[in-house]
């Protein structure tokens, strides 16, 4: 493993750019027709590191019903509210740019941002994420939780590829 850590966002969105209902019901992405995991474990085996907002970290431990399904990765939960840490995460209250830049410059594979919004917003302002792998499903939700927040700022990105997974397509970019 080398220190040219990229941090990825890997997330999948509705057609018209949600990635969850506005109660956090991700049931619109459990009824398309996917092509085995969709190419999770494939992604899932370049990262070693997971940073989580608050929120997505509470929402996953209440889905999954206290059972943590990123175990065997560094967990990094930011928290305005907790700087503590258990079993299988520790929570950060310092600054997003500062602890990111720390950990990307240490050994190891791939830096996964899961969640959006809020959290994603101040990676994008701050020009840390490298690059965008964004799942489309087809469905128009209509409303919810947008993947991303209304910016005052630019970001050009690259198309590195696109993959089809049945009903889904994968959208790979890489930040200019």
Known sequence: MSNNRKLVLYIAISLDGYIAT?????????????EGDNGY???????????????????????????FPYKNKKCYVFSKSENDKNENVEFISQDVA???NKIKSLDGG???LVG??????????EKLVDEF??????????????????????????L??????N????????VK
């Not at 409303?143 to 630019?154: A, C, R, S, T, V």
């Open 22 to 34: 506005e109660d956090d019901s991700l049931e619109w992405l459990f009824k398309i027709e996917g």
């Open 41 to 67: 474990s494939e992604f899932y085996n370049t990262v070693d590191t997971i940073l989580i907002g608050r929120r997505t970290y509470d929402w996953i431990i209440e889905k999954e019903k206290g059972k």
């Open 98 to 100: 500062e602890f990111t």
């Open 110 to 112: 791939n830096i996964w």
């Open 116 to 125: 959006g919004g809020n959290l994603l917003h101040s990676f994008i302002k």
């Open 133 to 158: 792998i964004i799942t489309v499903a087809p469905i128009l939700i209509g409303h919810g939780i947008p993947l991303f927040n209304k910016n005052d700022f630019e970001l050009e990105l690259k």
């Open 160 to 165: 590195k590829g696109m993959r089809r997974f």
């Open 167 to 174: 009903q889904f397509v994968e959208l790979h970019y890489v």
